[in-house]
């Protein structure tokens, strides 16, 4: 019997894409149950920032599990989160003069978004959001509804208060103009009381927003009293280069979402980051068994203190980030005759090659050379690359190559 195939719902997908049983991982590989090596290029979907088992992480959760530290812990004080606080403080926020308070939610970022549209309603008394197509910001119901790109929206009961924007790649005078048209719109009778946007999109197909746009929102939400949410769930945490995707923008969000990397070693965790005078929560009034992933306040405190206090990661990240974009333009040039986009911000490339069945055999290509990467976007017609930030060069451009491969083996077909 194959327990996977007998026991396993049909619902299951990456493992289709990539049919191997894996069995233990460190930094940007995973090695399957019979040896083999593969180069991960998408990285717990962006919740792997820092790599599988990231040793310094490691040495952090064996020393809290020995030590008979909290695991669990709801919203109590521990030490960890008093450390995971502080670094926050003095090392994310501080620097950044972003006067926030941290809402520890359940481990999900579909958690975090819900948080944030229920405070954004609660603070303006309007129940309509205003978000983007391309947008992705989770699977529980509400967060799917305000997700343009979710996968089977179609068959999905949604939501009506909500209505998406085009991405905007290079703002326009008629851009502005239907962002300000569609702020001041009624939705299901409903006012807008928010909108969410991902500063770089991610399951959107790699997509950063101009940031001319970014301010024009913020100027526009705030004349109108309209929360602005960034859902930095997937482009947080380092992965376009700063902190925060939307750093240098002018967004200057009321709420910040982030999940995926914030506990460093792809541990369950979100927060949102709330601007101090927001705060007008009750206690008790957003609530969650798993808001105290105390294993995760202690790596998340240690991956900071070990990569934020310094620019050296960020500009790695920018770095690494120019060579994927180079040698995604020059397979771009040698094999797409002109129609292949490659997109991206830091280490949150694609390469979209504009038709679903040549990005997927790209993918399914890649896995055959052992290496790990997705589809996404509008159609799944972008490849999309999401390395972990601390990857080596060699093992980056190695990656590229098995890449390069695969492009050029799919579309010789
Ligand atoms: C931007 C963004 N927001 C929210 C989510 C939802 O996070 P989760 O899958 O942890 O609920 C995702 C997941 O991919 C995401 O990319």
């Keep these: 019997m194959n327990p996977f195939e007998e026991l396993e719902s049909n619902v299951r997908y990456y493992c289709r894409r990539w049919p191997a049983v894996f069995s233990s991982a460190h930094g940007a590989t995973l090695v399957d149950e019979n040896g083999v090596e593969y180069l991960d290029f998408f990285a717990g979907a962006g919740a792997l920032s820092y790599g599988h088992n990231n040793p310094v992480l490691v040495e952090v959760a064996i020393q809290h599990l020995r030590e008979g530290r909290l695991l669990h812990s709801l919203d109590t004080f521990t030490v960890e989160k008093r450390a995971f606080l502080e670094s926050m403080q003095r090392r994310i926020l501080e620097p950044r003069q972003l006067d926030m308070v941290i809402q520890t939610v359940g481990p999900t970022g579909a958690t975090a978004v819900e948080a944030a549209l229920q405070l954004a309603q609660r603070i303006t008394g309007h129940r309509a959001v205003v978000g983007f197509e391309g947008g992705y910001h989770g699977m529980t119901y509400r967060a799917a509804s305000i997700s343009a790109s979710m996968a089977g929206r179609e068959t999905s009961a949604h939501l009506k208060d909500f209505v998406a924007l085009p991405y905007v790649a290079n703002v326009t005078e008629a851009d502005l103009e239907l962002l300000a048209q569609t702020l001041r719109t009624s939705v299901n009778g409903q006012k807008i009381g928010a909108l969410i946007i991902e500063p770089t999109q991610g399951e959107g197909g790699a997509r950063p927003?101009?940031?001319?746009?970014?301010?024009a929102i913020r100027e526009q939400c705030s004349e109108l009293g309209i929360l602005?949410?960034?859902d930095e769930v997937q482009a947080g945490v380092g992965r376009t280069g700063p902190f925060f995707s939307f750093e240098g923008s002018s967004l200057d969000p009321d709420i910040i979402c982030l999940s995926?990397?914030?506990?460093?070693?792809?541990?369950?965790?979100?927060i949102n980051l709330v601007r101090r005078s927001l705060d007008t929560w009750a206690p008790g009034e957003f609530s969650g068994t798993f808001r105290g992933n105390n294993l995760a306040f202690a790596t998340s405190a240690a991956m900071i203190e070990t990569y934020w206090t310094d620019s050296?990661?960020?500009?790695?990240?920018?770095?690494?980030?120019?060579?994927?974009r180079d040698s995604l333009h020059q397979m771009?040039?040698?094999y797409g005759e002109g129609s292949f986009v490659v997109r991206g911000n830091g280490l949150l490339c694609g390469?979209?090659?504009g038709n679903t069945e040549l990005a997927d055999d790209i993918a399914r290509n890649a896995f055959d050379q052992h290496l790990i990467v997705e589809t996404c976007g509008a159609g799944d017609t972008t490849v999309k690359l999401l390395t972990p930030l601390i990857i080596d060069e060699d093992q980056l451009s190695e990656g590229l190559d098995r890449l390069s491969d695969a492009v050029a083996h799919a579309s010789s077909r």
């Design 209 to 215: 927003f101009d940031p001319a746009y970014l301010r």
């Design 228 to 230: 602005v949410i960034a």
């Design 260 to 270: 995926k990397s914030i506990s460093g070693l792809g541990l369950p965790m979100a």
């Design 312 to 324: 050296e990661l960020e500009k790695g990240t920018e770095q690494r980030g120019l060579i994927v």
């Design 332 to 334: 771009a040039d040698t």
């Design 351 to 353: 390469l979209d090659v």
